[in-house]
């Protein structure tokens, strides 16, 4: 994707050929500044601290870390060391186990130079993966939006997302966004509605920002807006991502992602959710026993924005205490299909069946 008509991934090799760029998202869209990671532990509080996020994201973020670690020290003990600091940084997104997973497999055989070789070769190779697993979401999930437009050609398809599973949160496309994306660039008209997404508004500061760099209309709305515009015939569908899908179908997404699954039942507005088939977790039955990550009560009761001197600042809301789950539930009834880049799938079986085929 583009920041001023200069094309970006999200994470990417310093030109040392060692470190690690990102961009500090908590700036965003105020300030571009990228970030320099240069250890593992630089790695665990970028995630930790949201510095970057997105299930894809912190998977790639997370196979990055494991290389930095080994460069530092291709030790088994360190490998073992560093992937558990890693995985305890974030505990609901599954990508990023997937991704720690796939990388201390790969490594295992190897040893000294070699280790860290392989590590960075494996690290790269993820990252080209997810751009491909999204422009693959984005063609798969394009049928549902030209579908859509051809019911009514007279006015933009009206697309509803919650947070942002956008190219920010991957390394590349997005998920939710992959098909908004592939629609405005094959000139169907659309319009996305964007949840503020509380406590840490991503959708307000992150999926406006991007679809504003790419040129897409779009509208932000508070969290509470969107059933009124289900049920006034404002949104023709919901199309969110997601950080977990357990066998059954349940989705783990975002803190809100609920009731607008809810409300979107309510008004027959398809509800459909994009997502690579890593995130997928067969080793989980139900929603249920998802870990939902409780985050500091501070996102709640404080807000950061741009002052009118022009810098970034903080103003506390309340004075009281209060609660701060960073995710919920969606039960499986209430989604219309998952998009995949193995192609659409409705119901929990179909998409167990897909995850096992690949």
């Known amino acids: 994707m583009k920041i001023g008509g200069v094309s970006y991934r999200s994470i990417w090799v310093n030109d040392n050929g060692w470190s690690v760029h990102i961009f500090d998202q908590r700036k965003l869209p105020w300030e571009l500044d990228v970030v320099e990671l240069k250890t593992p532990q630089d790695a665990a509080v970028a995630i930790k601290e949201m510095w970057t996020r997105g299930a894809p994201l912190l998977a790639m973020t997370g196979a990055y870390g494991l290389a930095l670690a080994?460069?530092?020290?291709?030790?088994?003990?360190?490998?073992?060391?560093s992937y558990a600091m890693l995985l305890a940084t974030r505990p609901t997104a599954v990508n990023l186990k997937w991704a720690l997973d796939r990388m201390k497999a790969e490594v295992k055989s190897y040893s000294g130079l070699d280790r860290i070789a392989a590590a960075y070769a494996l690290a790269g190779r993820l990252c080209d993966e997810d751009v491909a697993t999204n422009e693959a979401?984005?063609?798969?999930?394009?049928?549902?939006?030209?579908?859509?437009?051809?019911?009514?050609?007279?006015?933009?398809?009206?697309?509803?997302?919650?947070?942002?599973?956008?190219?920010?949160?991957?390394?590349?496309?997005?998920?939710?966004?992959?098909?908004?994306?592939?629609?405005?660039?094959?000139?169907?008209?659309v319009h996305v509605w964007v949840d503020e997404t509380r406590p840490r508004n991503?959708?307000?500061l992150l999926t406006a920002y991007e679809l504003a760099e790419h040129g897409v209309p779009h509208t932000v709305i508070c969290d509470n807006a969107g059933g009124l515009l289900m049920r006034e015939g404002k949104v023709d569908m919901c199309i969110v991502g997601t950080d977990r899908v357990t066998r059954n179908g349940d989705v783990c997404n975002k803190i809100g992602t609920y009731l607008k699954?809810?409300?979107?039942?309510?008004?027959?507005?398809?509800?459909?959710?994009?997502?690579?088939?890593?995130?997928?977790?067969?080793?989980?039955?139900s929603g249920l026993q998802i870990p939902i990550e409780e985050r500091d009560q501070q996102e709640v009761t404080h807000i950061d924005g741009l002052a009118p001197d022009g810098t970034l600042s903080r103003v506390q809301l309340t004075k009281s205490q209060a609660a701060n789950p960073a995710f919920d539930v969606t039960p499986a009834r209430l989604i219309t299909a998952y998009i995949t880049e193995k192609g659409l799938r409705e119901g929990a079986h179909a998409l167990q069946n897909l995850h096992q085929a690949a």
């Open 137 to 189: 979401i984005g063609e798969h999930g394009l049928s549902l939006i030209s579908q859509a437009h051809k019911i009514d050609t007279t006015r933009p398809v009206n697309i509803l997302t919650h947070c942002n599973a956008g190219w920010l949160a991957t390394v590349d496309y997005g998920t939710a966004t992959s098909p908004i994306y592939r629609a405005h660039d094959a000139g169907i008209p």
């Open 70 to 81: 080994l460069k530092e020290d291709p030790s088994d003990d360190n490998l073992e060391s």
């Open 202 to 204: 991503q959708g307000a």
């Open 261 to 285: 699954a809810l409300a979107a039942y309510d008004n027959d507005v398809p509800f459909y959710v994009a997502l690579p088939l890593s995130t997928f977790d067969t080793g989980l039955e």
